[in-house]
Every structure is written in structure tokens, then in C-alpha cells.
């Protein structure tokens, strides 16, 4: 397990949490910047996907399915029958069965609600991300049925060539080829270029010893590129939010890696290490929790900046231990269960990394 990584999908899951919690279907307050969280959870799926794509590619797909579908397909029926049976509750959540079988199909369908972006949402709001994240495993796998060595390159290529295709002809004016053209697909890209730096940051260490001063370096990148994930409207203004944030993700994560692996710097706190288990659970069932709690306990009320902001933190909290519960309980049996049924295991060399997305960002 890379410990670093772990506590990065937490602290991404936490953002999200933060922007909804804060957002116009929130509370209504002025800054709401943990929206990019979400570019955080693209990069690390880049990363986590080319680290273990570099240990073992079997089954690479049967292993993606049975990370991704159990919790997304039973949070999805399960938000689905809700809008039946109160559909007062919801605001944009659709009840339409096509696009609950395109949701569970991961197929964006652009006939419902969109982002700001223009990307389709579906069934579960946040599931857009989850079509990002299968769309990058479908690549991938197809990179690694060529060639193991060059699948990164491969699966960047792919992401190019789509991005190009789509932007030079008309599809992107269609909400479906724009999902799969919108350049944020190229965090992907980002978190499979860190893996590649790490590497080539551990075989430096081992001729070069890397001092105190590149540590402290390091850690002021982490600082620096959080400042400007949360941040980001107010720096950047209506810049691509995969250059304002998939840059700063990118930083972040090459700096938390290279702590960790070089210098020996990481957080190994259990209950931070915990919520970055969870945190998949915590990204999809996040927005519900505290949707709930606010149209049922706080109602319109509404609250200055500061008061605002102070009571985002138990509605995180509440988000958190849900989340946790539900990966405990639910999520963590049900993962036991598949994998010792359908994967077939085999030794490999070296550590792996807990394989989670969410995101987010998945995948992502």
C-alpha cells in the first residue's frame, strides 16, 4: 500500500464532500472549492491503474468490474426507487428506466441534465465521473492487450486521438461525443506520467542521495497545490479545469509519491487510511446524505459565510461515518465475496496499491 496515495483519495472524497455541502443545492455559501476534488480522484486513477497495470494485467477488466459495479448498481437502484416512491425530494434526479439502464451500462445519455460543463449526468449525479473511469479501464485494457510495456503510451494516445477527432468535426456539438472528447479525460494521462516520474525518481535515489531541502520542496507543492485546487474560480477565473486543476493534481500527487517512496514521509493515521477505503462509497452516497439532512432538518434557512462554513463540518463528519458504515458493512463483504470467487490469484512481484478510484474519477 502507498499510504500517501490513500490519504490523497480521502482528502479528494472530503473536497467533494465540502462543494456539495457548500454549492447552490447546499447551503448557498460563497465558496464551495472542493469541486475539484474530483480532478484529484482522475490523476490518482492514472496512477493507481499504471501501478498495478505494471504488476499484474490479468483479468484487468473482471478486476475493474468487481471494484466498480457492486456499490455503484446498488446505489443506484437504490436512489432510483427513493425518486418513485418521493420523487418531492429530489430536485433533477430523473426516474426515466432508460436512463437508469444507461447509468448501469456506464453510457452517458444527453438528454437529461448536464453539468455546467455539458457533460451528462446520469441516474446517480455524480456517476458521470464513473463513466469517465470505465471509458479509461476500457482503453487501457485494450492497450494492455497489445503490449503491457508500452499500455501507458498506448491508452494516451487513444485519449489524444478522441479528443482530437471530436473537437475537429462536428460531434462535439452531440453531449455524448462530447463526454468522451472533453479534455479533462487527460488527468488520466497526468497520474499515468507520475508513476512513470516516480520510477525514475526511485532509480536517481538509489545513485543520488536526495537531501532536506528537496523534501521541504515537496511538501510546500503539496500545500501549494491544494491552495490551488480550493481556490481555483477565484485564481484562474473560467480557465479548462483540466489545466487549472489536473496540473495541480498532477503536482500533488508526484509530491506526495515521491515523499513517500524516496524520503519516507507518509500518514499512516488508521482512521485517515480508513476513510480513503471508503472513500468510493463516500463519493457516490455523499450528495444524498447531505442533501437529506439539509432539506430535512435545516430546511431554506440560510447563514452568513462564517456560520455557514462552520456548519459544513458536521454534515462532512456525517458523510464520513455514513460512508464508512456502508463500506464496512456492505461495500468490504461483498468485494470479499467476488474476489475470492472470480479472480483467479497469482504471485506478484512487488507492493501493491490499494486499487480504489472514485470518483471518480474515478474516476474518475
Not at 503536482?251 to 524520503?263: F, K, S
Request: hydrophobic share 55%; net charge positive; charged share 15%.
Amino acid at each position: 500500500m502507498l499510504y500517501n496515495v490513500q490519504i490523497l483519495r480521502a482528502v479528494a472524497a472530503v473536497l467533494v464532500v465540502h462543494a456539495h455541502a457548500a454549492g447552490v443545492a447546499g447551503l448557498g455559501l460563497a465558496w464551495d472549492g472542493g469541486a475539484h476534488g474530483v480532478d484529484l480522484f482522475f490523476v490518482l486513477s492514472g496512477f493507481i491503474i499504471a501501478y498495478v497495470g505494471s504488476l499484474d494485467t490479468s483479468q484487468f477488466m473482471v478486476r475493474r468490474l468487481i471494484r466498480i459495479v457492486p456499490i455503484y448498481w446498488s446505489s443506484t437502484v437504490a436512489l432510483y426507487a427513493l425518486v418513485l416512491v418521493m420523487p418531492s425530494l429530489f430536485r433533477s434526479t430523473s426516474a426515466d428506466p432508460e436512463l437508469l439502464v444507461k447509468s448501469m451500462l456506464f453510457v452517458p445519455d444527453g438528454s437529461h441534465v448536464q453539468t455546467s460543463d455539458g457533460i451528462p449526468h446520469p441516474t446517480l449525479a455524480g456517476g458521470w465521473t464513473l463513466n469517465y473511469e470505465m471509458y479509461f479501464y476500457v482503453l487501457f485494457g485494450i492497450a494492455i492487450a497489445f503490449s503491457k510495456k508500452w499500455a501507458t503510451l498506448i491508452t494516451t494516445a487513444l485519449i489524444t486521438a478522441v479528443v482530437i477527432v471530436v473537437h475537429v468535426t462536428s460531434l462535439d456539438a452531440r453531449p455524448e461525443a462530447h463526454f468522451y472528447g472533453y479534455p479533462i479525460v487527460f488527468e488520466f494521462a497526468f497520474g499515468m506520467l507520475v508513476f512513470h516520474l516516480l520510477r525514475v525518481a526511485e532509480a536517481s535515489a538509489k545513485v543520488t542521495r536526495p537531501g532536506a531541502v528537496q523534501k521541504w520542496l515537496l511538501i510546500a507543492v503539496i500545500v501549494i497545490g491544494f491552495t490551488l485546487l480550493a481556490f481555483s474560480e477565484m485564481i484562474f477565473g473560467p480557465a479548462p479545469r483540466w489545466i487549472v486543476a489536473g496540473i495541480p493534481s498532477f503536482a500533488i500527487l508526484l509530491a506526495a509519491v515521491v515523499l513517500e517512496r524516496v524520503h519516507d514521509v507518509k500518514i499512516t493515521n488508521r482512521f485517515a487510511v480508513m476513510v480513503g477505503d471508503a472513500s468510493y462509497v463516500l463519493y457516490l452516497i455523499q450528495a444524498y446524505v447531505l442533501y437529506g439532512v439539509i432539506r430535512l432538518v435545516i430546511g431554506k434557512r440560510q447563514f452568513a459565510e462564517l456560520p455557514g462554513q462552520l456548519l459544513t463540518l458536521p454534515l462532512m463528519a456525517l458523510s464520513v461515518v455514513a460512508s464508512i458504515a456502508v463500506y464496512k458493512l456492505y461495500e468490504q463483504p461483498i468485494l470479499r465475496v467476488l474476489k475470492r470467487k472470480v479472480i483467479h490469484s497469482r504471485p506478484r512481484a512487488g507492493a501493491a496499491v490499494s486499487a480504489g478510484v472514485a470518483p471518480a474519477s474515478s474516476a474518475r
